[in-house]
């Protein structure tokens, strides 16, 4: 069965620090791929995606993911994370035609 | 600006009532559906349109019904027949491509609350 994982629930990082939240997925074809973001009572924005050619995609707010078939991942990266960057984060899996999986999400705090 | 609103934001029901979410779009998408968020889980199709007049069940239909009488608008009724309707529910729309039909735009919620 298709699935998304987020293996963190939640994740603490300091202002400044680098982040990475991580991503697997379970597909049997080349799956398109997202990453969301949500602030607390907001709809979800889309920050980067992935469909087929380089492997490291760049999104909005200096995000970037990197696609990696052998490990079925889709890890986000940040190299310095600021306060406004606290909110929840989805992974996501479009199985072709009209079909997405979410992951459950990953909660992200900032400390100053 | 081009996008998509839900209202209202915050809604209360009584239990054995209908009510109904509104989700309005002026992006020029054919595609539209609806998601219900609980805490710690993903987001879970609820139903999508691809075209006016043609809508289809995602994983948990049962107790919610739709209607896509134009290409902006596709209200979410919540029926009695929910049992667990408290949640918050969000709208989203796409371009109607090949692969494009994953790349959806979301609107801002509604959270549903029973009393």
């Known amino acids: 069965a298709q699935s998304v994982t987020q293996p963190d629930i939640h994740i603490t990082v300091s202002e400044g620090a680098s982040l990475e939240l991580r991503c697997n997925y379970s597909?049997?074809?080349?799956?398109?791929l997202f990453w969301y973001v949500q602030s607390p009572g907001q709809g979800l924005q889309l920050l980067l995606k992935?469909?087929?050619?380089?492997?490291l995609v760049q999104g909005i707010k200096g995000f970037e993911a990197e696609f990696k078939r052998s490990q079925s991942s889709f890890n986000l990266r940040k190299p310095s994370v600021h306060w406004s960057d606290a909110a929840e984060y989805f992974c996501?899996?479009?199985?072709?035609?009209?079909?997405?999986?979410f992951g459950a999400g990953t909660r992200l705090f900032v400390k100053a | 600006d081009g996008g998509i609103t839900q209202s209202p934001k915050y809604l209360f029901r009584k239990e054995g009532q209908n009510v109904t979410l509104s989700c309005e779009q002026n992006l020029n998408h054919d595609a539209m559906y609806w998601y219900r968020q609980d805490p710690g889980q993903g987001l879970r199709l609820i139903y999508y349109s691809q075209i006016v007049n043609d809508f289809q069940k995602g994983d948990i239909a049962e107790g919610y019904s739709v209607s896509r009488e134009k290409k902006e608008s596709f209200p979410l009724t919540v029926t009695s027949a929910q049992k667990n309707p408290t949640a918050f529910y969000l709208c989203?729309?796409?371009?109607?491509?090949?692969?494009?039909?994953?790349?959806?735009?979301f609107g801002p919620g509604t959270r549903l609350t029973v009393l």
């Open positions: 597909y049997g074809a080349t799956p398109y």
């Open positions: 992935y469909f087929s050619g380089d492997t």
């Open positions: 996501a899996v479009g199985l072709g035609g009209f079909k997405t999986i």
């Open positions: 989203a729309s796409s371009i109607a491509s090949s692969r494009s039909y994953n790349e959806q735009f």
